[in-house]
């Protein structure tokens, strides 16, 4: 995608079709939102950060871009569903702000996108273990870097 914007739209739409696929964090999310394994939780996160910033750090040693903007544009269009999910789970707004509406819809969305295959189609209520999603994921990365390369 030659155009920043078009690659932020990409990074968007892409983020939900991926997290269509069970990736073995939803019973960790549940339990997060019932005050258990917060630690756990966290933990993810910050793995989750320094895979994706060594992800990114390794495409752009390794290959040369015509559009670097468009390339992050893509990116970050990529994180912004979850950063926005974060923001609503670290700020917890208040249902009288003009943007709750937005937000709190925004994260129902995201979160049901999660869990959509798992539910409706698996008919199931258990998410996929974590090391499964781990193996899911990397097997996935592994798909991406070779169409990069």
Do not use: C
Request: glycine share 8%.
């Amino acid at each position: 995608m030659p155009h920043p914007v078009l690659s932020f739209s990409f990074g968007v739409v892409s983020h939900f079709l991926t997290d269509l696929i069970p990736h073995g964090d939803n019973d960790l999310y549940l339990d997060y939102k019932r005050g258990e394994r917060k630690r756990a939780a966290y933990l993810h996160v910050i793995v989750d950060v320094l895979v994706t910033a060594g992800f990114v750090a390794l495409v752009f040693l390794l290959r040369d871009f015509v559009r670097p903007s468009a390339v992050i544009s893509g990116m970050v269009g990529g994180v912004l569903p979850d950063v926005l999910v974060g923001l609503v789970e670290i700020l917890k707004p208040r249902p009288e702000k003009r943007w709750y509406k937005v937000l709190a819809w925004f994260h129902g969305f995201h979160m049901e996108n999660h869990r959509h295959v798992i539910h409706r189609v698996l008919k199931d209520k258990k998410d996929i273990s974590e090391l499964q999603g781990f193996l899911m994921q990397g097997a996935l990365m592994a798909v991406l870097l070779l169409v990069i390369f």
